[in-house]
């Protein structure tokens, strides 16, 4: 038996299994501030700069490890906060289509 006022964890895990980017959209607009999400992707840039610069100075790699190393540090996806796609109603509206 559940216990008393317990109803809503389980209602709230079986909606975001169901309607998980929805819920997160709603999340993210409540709380999201822009400034925060740009000071994060600074903070994200100066990191794999620094990550860069480091790499370079690391003598004991060889030439093709070193830009193997550089491509994939250019490749990284950054992910930060939210994916900018859950913020776009247009996605959400068409990746729901088919829920009734």
Not at 9 to 19: E, G, H, M, P, S
Not at 44 to 71: G, H
């Amino acid at each position: 038996m559940e216990a008393e006022g317990e109803h809503w964890r389980r209602c709230t895990f079986y909606t975001n299994k169901a309607l998980g980017l929805a819920t997160a959209a709603v999340y993210v607009n409540a709380t999201t501030i822009d400034a925060s999400l740009a000071h994060i992707s600074t903070l994200v840039t100066y990191v794999k700069r620094a990550f860069n610069e480091y790499l370079l100075r690391k003598i004991w790699m060889d030439a093709k490890t070193r830009k193997n190393a550089e491509k994939k540090l250019e490749e990284m996806i950054e992910k930060v906060v939210y994916p900018s796609y859950i913020i776009n109603n247009t996605f959400l509206t068409d990746f729901y289509t088919n829920v009734s």
